[in-house]
């Protein structure tokens, strides 16, 4: 006993994961092994190797001489003993095989296996003769797989030599599979071939796979079409049995027509002719991308041949189908979407997976192939080296691509040869994972190495995924150098094109004017170019935000610091790109405030500052140029562009709300009309106060990118001073104020706009307090009490500003409420102006402001609570429509489902109105008309670039529903 004991642990010691195990195999052997434990110890798992083994040779004793006297045999089969369970019991059924595996090659695979079946290969359509055809295939098969595996464990063939000779193996198996089918049906009226597609058909293909085929006939001379095709079809079928039927040897592997026209629902054989006419009238995309890899595998090759010919000028066209790119990647994302459960272990379909890098690759063959033949490859690898030399894939990319491909097939097959079973998951016993990494030359830590490796690949393979097949032109317009093959223009426009850009040779000429050149700036720009040009192609307006860049780089290239910027902090540059295709607005403030790129590296830069800081340099700048209010309120300006660019970009990035974006734009203007309101004081007299109070969105805190500033002002002579020489002073004051904020600049202007006075434009500018407090005590009407629940100050004299909204609060807080005359007078104002405001021939269900559940309706429901309620209710006492709307459901005067769905809408609508103006740089009070302005707008707002239809849907379905909340609560209805 304690000699087994001692041999067990020198075993482990060796490297036997249960030496305890390998002890007794040893000991109950009936011919000792001992002399071959060195051999056994270096392959991926001497455990299995041994058990495999000691099976082995008590069925053959003979077999563990033969090794010894033949080092090459003995290397060959510990190989694969070492990895593949199912061979082994393969070779404990069928010993004599064990021979076959120390020669060179077993000869041409179609002829051994028809001679397998009983089939002479030189016949033109050879037939089975034998009983036992199906098992004697599969033993023949299973042989040839073994030899292979053997030189491929040993390392003795590449990765494309062993795909491409299983690819060939299975199409030669295909072959006796027919001419075991022709024994059963009788083809003489019919040619059939078997078009191989899929992996097999790019000679690509694994150890245990499906075989993706389609079945293509044709009648014999004098043949009936109609018979002949119902005898290809009985034929087809008979084969797909050949391969599928279980029997004492198992089965071959599935035989899938399933790529066929119209898929499994469509008839499984068809002529040429209906193959193309199918094509040409009903293909979907994808099944261009399938036909990509169709060759002619078994049967008439001559028909074969032919087929291919005839559909391969339809897969080469296949890109100028309209929408060609977006149902590639829509069909990649369906793939994604399906992966369940082990998506992560996925080698194939999880992310960083095979998938990953043969769409990517198709992608862009599909995309390129039409115009640059020398792309039309089948198999990946070959593929990939062929992009990478016409310069449509960088050296790198493509380097790093095929070297992650090449490590996950081989991990694939050795994870199918354990078994002999179709599998792509990466296992998480460690046991299973040491020999993986020990298969694959790692020794000294096989199941850390291994995965990390594995890791890494995946992680690069789906980072190149995801540059390469969401960004088809990387390298190839910006990067090339002088000395290389340079890209044709229709070549260059073609790439560009499919990736979305509407004016590819518009973009050619801003690519050139960027990357032309031997100045570090153009060098640096042939590096960040193949980047942003995809990441511009995943905005709404890849022309846009090229020519943005183009605009911005033109300004700033030569500072040191704004190329370095965007090439070393990728989140600048893509935040960057981000917001030119998608704001003209936006892109139309950093045209003129340029350093602002600045800002775009974090969130925290694009948070919203505080009022009182932004005051603070607006006072700053004032008192700087003292004297001179032009210039004071010039840098003002400068600072507001500088904070609606933060915000537009907050905005569109998702860093802020639409309630946020109303407070963050109308603090800006508070800010701004102080400012200004300080510089024209400064050459005033002194013998007023001012204040200016805010009305409308401002006064709401619900401002708009395309707001007016919507104020009265209110002004108090000092002691001692003539109220009239006071109002002419504050009447200067107003103007001037007005003037600075509306002179030509490069900035947004600040439109003033005093119109909710009294007495509207017929009134006079500025009124001191007890005009007001006597215009409002004898002339007001409802809608001037509706009006100023929205009052605020703004700026000036905060005491006088707090002495106006104490006075008017009697006004627009009646402490009784509203008679029902002045309600009745409210609902009738309300729809004249829905009758009459609206402009002349604007969709009413499409106006955002007017139109019914628009905002307009919202804030009137809101207001007329507030009217009816306020005087008896603090809580309503607010001048912002949601808030008002909180509070009326904390009183109990609005039920919480009608405020979700009056808020719902007025978020809805005002965010259209800002993504109107966002996107087209112009006000905009309605979702637009036409289909492209609201793709772009629907995708502003979140929506995938086929929303544009989904977003419309979802506007009436908002509207409609809050409507019927308005004709409810406002008018009683």
């Known amino acids: 006993m304690p000699r087994i004991e001692s041999t067990a642990a020198r075993l482990a010691k060796?490297?036997?994961?249960?030496?305890?195990?390998?002890?007794?195999?040893?000991?109950?052997?009936?011919?000792?092994?001992?002399?071959?434990?060195?051999?056994?110890?270096?392959?991926?798992?001497?455990?299995?190797?041994?058990?495999?083994?000691?099976?082995?040779?008590?069925?053959?004793?003979?077999?563990?001489d033969t090794l010894r006297g033949d080092e090459r045999l003995r290397t060959r089969l510990l190989s694969v003993l070492g990895v593949s369970?199912?061979?082994?019991?393969?070779?404990?059924?069928?010993?004599?095989?064990?021979?076959?595996?120390?020669?060179?090659?077993?000869?041409?695979?179609?002829?051994?296996?028809?001679?397998?079946?009983?089939?002479?290969?030189?016949?033109?359509?050879?037939?089975?003769?034998?009983?036992?055809?199906?098992?004697?295939?599969?033993?023949?098969?299973?042989?040839?797989?073994?030899h292979l595996a053997a030189r491929d464990l040993t390392g003795e063939t590449t990765l494309s030599e062993v795909t491409s000779e299983l690819s060939d193996l299975a199409g030669a198996a295909l072959e006796a599979a027919l001419a075991v089918a022709r024994s059963e049906v009788d083809d003489g009226e019919v040619r059939l071939a078997v078009i191989g597609m899929g992996k097999c058909g790019a000679r690509e293909l694994n150890y245990?796979?499906?075989?993706?085929?389609?079945?293509?006939?044709?009648?014999?001379?004098?043949?009936?079409?109609?018979?002949?095709?119902?005898?290809?079809?009985?034929?087809?079928?008979?084969?797909?049995?050949?391969?599928?039927?279980?029997?004492?040897?198992?089965?071959?592997?599935?035989v899938d027509a399933g790529l066929r026209p119209e898929g499994r629902s469509g008839p499984l054989v068809r002529t040429l002719g209906s193959h193309l006419a199918y094509y040409r009238r009903w293909a979907k995309t994808w099944e261009f991308q399938a036909l990509l890899k169709a060759r002619p595998l078994a049967g008439d090759l001559e028909l074969g041949n032919a087929y291919v010919q005839a559909v391969d000028d339809l897969v080469w066209t296949a890109a100028t189908r309209e929408h060609f790119v977006e149902d590639v990647q829509a069909m990649r994302r369906r793939v994604e979407a399906?992966?369940?459960?082990?998506?992560?272990?996925?080698?194939?379909?999880?992310?960083?997976?095979?998938?990953?890098?043969?769409?990517?690759?198709?992608?862009?063959?599909?995309?390129?192939?039409?115009?640059?033949?020398?792309?039309?490859?089948?198999?990946?690898?070959?593929?990939?080296?062929a992009l990478s030399r016409g310069g449509y894939v960088g050296r790198?990319?493509?380097?790093?691509?095929?070297?992650?491909?090449?490590?996950?097939?081989?991990?694939?097959?050795?994870?199918?040869?354990?078994?002999?079973?179709?599998?792509?998951?990466?296992?998480?016993?460690?046991?299973?994972?040491?020999?993986?990494?020990?298969?694959?030359?790692?020794?000294?830590?096989?199941?850390?190495?291994?995965?990390?490796?594995?890791?890494?690949?995946?992680?690069?393979?789906?980072?190149?995924?995801?540059?390469?097949?969401?960004?088809?032109?990387?390298?190839?317009?910006?990067?090339?150098?002088?000395s290389e093959a340079r890209l044709?223009?229709?070549?260059?426009?073609?790439?560009?094109?499919?990736?979305?850009?509407?004016?590819?040779?518009?973009a050619l000429r801003h690519i050139a004017g960027l990357a032309t050149g031997v100045s570090r700036r153009a060098a640096i720009q042939r590096t960040l170019l193949p980047v942003m040009l995809g990441w511009f192609a995943d905005t709404p307006?890849?022309?846009?935000?090229?020519?943005?860049?183009?605009?911005?780089?033109?300004?700033?290239?030569?500072?040191?610091?704004?190329?370095?910027?965007?090439?070393?902090?990728?989140?600048?540059?893509?935040?960057?790109?981000?917001?030119?295709?998608?704001?003209?607005?936006?892109?139309?403030?950093?045209?003129h405030a340029p350093d602002a790129v600045a800002m775009l590296g974090s969130d925290e830069e694009l948070a919203v500052r505080p009022a009182e800081?932004?005051?603070?340099?607006?006072?700053?700048?004032?008192?700087?140029?003292?004297?001179?209010?032009?210039?004071?309120?010039?840098?003002?300006?400068?600072l507001r562009r500088k904070e609606l660019f933060r915000t537009a970009v907050a905005d569109i990035s998702g860093l802020i709300d639409i309630e946020g974006v109303g407070g963050a734009l109308s603090a800006l203007s508070d800010v701004t009309l102080q400012a200004a309101l300080d510089a024209a004081l400064t050459k005033a007299p002194a013998v007023t106060s001012f204040a200016i109070i805010a009305m409308g969105r401002l006064g709401g805190m619900e401002s708009s990118y395309a707001s007016d500033a919507d104020v009265m002002f209110v002004h108090s002579p000092l002691p001692g001073v003539e109220e009239r020489e006071a109002t002419d002073a504050a009447f200067a004051v107003a103007n001037e104020l007005r003037r600075l904020l509306s002179l030509p600049a490069p900035d947004p202007p600040l439109i003033i706009d005093p119109d909710l006075r009294p007495e509207g434009r017929q009134g006079p500018l500025v009124r001191t307090l007890a005009s007001y407090r006597a215009y409002y005590s004898r002339w007001s009407s409802p809608w001037e009490s509706q009006a100023l629940l929205r009052a605020r100050f703004s700026a000036g004299d905060a005491a006088l500003g707090r002495e106006f909204i104490s006075m008017i609060d009697e006004l627009r807080y009646p402490q009784g409420g509203l008679h029902d005359d002045a309600v009745r007078e409210i609902r009738r104002l309300k729809a004249r102006m829905e009758a009459e405001r609206l402009p002349r021939g604007a969709d009413p269900a499409l106006h955002t402001k007017l139109g019914p559940g628009g905002l307009s309706d919202v804030e009137w429901v809101a207001q007329l609570l507030q009217l009816r309620h306020a005087g008896t209710l603090p809580s309503l006492r607010t001048t912002r429509t949601l808030d008002a709307l909180r509070a009326a459901v904390s009183e109990g005067l609005l039920a919480p489902a009608d405020e979700r769905v009056l808020a719902e809408a007025w978020r809805f609508a005002s965010r259209i109105r800002d993504a109107n103006m966002l996107v087209k740089g112009r006000a905009g009070d309605s979702v637009p008309r036409e289909s492209g302005e609201r793709k772009l707008v629907a995708q502003t707002l979140g929506y995938p670039p086929d929303g544009s239809e989904d977003f419309l849907d979802d506007y009436r379905r908002v509207t409609r529903r809050a409507r019927q909340v308005v004709d409810r609560v406002f008018y009683g209805e």
């Open 14 to 64: 060796r490297g036997f994961a249960d030496g305890a195990r390998a002890a007794q195999l040893l000991r109950h052997a009936e011919t000792g092994m001992e002399d071959l434990l060195d051999s056994l110890v270096d392959v991926a798992d001497p455990d299995l190797a041994l058990a495999s083994l000691t099976r082995l040779a008590e069925r053959e004793p003979a077999v563990l």
């Open 85 to 146: 369970a199912a061979l082994g019991e393969h070779l404990v059924r069928h010993p004599g095989q064990v021979a076959g595996l120390a020669a060179p090659d077993l000869g041409d695979a179609r002829a051994g296996l028809l001679r397998a079946v009983g089939a002479e290969p030189e016949e033109a359509e050879p037939r089975a003769r034998t009983e036992h055809a199906l098992v004697a295939l599969r033993v023949a098969y299973r042989e040839r797989l073994l």
């Open 208 to 254: 245990i796979s499906d075989v993706d085929v389609i079945f293509v006939a044709e009648p014999r001379e004098g043949a009936d079409e109609a018979k002949a095709l119902r005898t290809a079809t009985r034929l087809a079928q008979a084969m797909m049995r050949a391969c599928t039927v279980t029997t004492s040897e198992g089965s071959l592997w599935e």
């Open 338 to 385: 399906h992966v369940r459960g082990e998506g992560e272990r996925q080698l194939k379909l999880g992310p960083g997976g095979l998938r990953d890098i043969e769409f990517a690759v198709q992608l862009l063959q599909l995309v390129h192939g039409r115009l640059d033949p020398l792309l039309r490859r089948r198999a990946t690898l070959p593929a990939l080296a």
């Open 396 to 482: 790198d990319d493509a380097r790093g691509l095929a070297e992650a491909y090449a490590f996950l097939r081989q991990v694939e097959h050795l994870l199918q040869l354990h078994r002999l079973r179709r599998t792509h998951i990466v296992p998480d016993d460690e046991a299973d994972l040491r020999r993986l990494g020990r298969a694959l030359g790692m020794q000294t830590d096989p199941v850390g190495e291994f995965t990390a490796r594995w890791r890494r690949h995946a992680m690069e393979a789906r980072r190149l995924h995801e540059k390469l097949f969401y960004r088809p032109l990387l390298q190839a317009v910006s990067r090339l150098r002088e």
């Open 488 to 506: 044709s223009t229709t070549a260059a426009k073609a790439r560009l094109e499919a990736l979305g850009y509407v004016d590819p040779a518009g």
């Open 541 to 591: 307006d890849p022309d846009a935000a090229l020519l943005g860049f183009r605009q911005v780089s033109d300004k700033l290239g030569s500072t040191p610091w704004y190329l370095r910027l965007l090439r070393d902090e990728t989140a600048v540059a893509s935040r960057m790109a981000r917001v030119l295709g998608t704001s003209r607005y936006a892109t139309g403030l950093l045209m």
């Open 613 to 638: 800081t932004l005051l603070g340099e607006a006072s700053a700048a004032v008192s700087r140029h003292a004297g001179d209010p032009v210039t004071a309120v010039t840098a003002v300006r400068a």
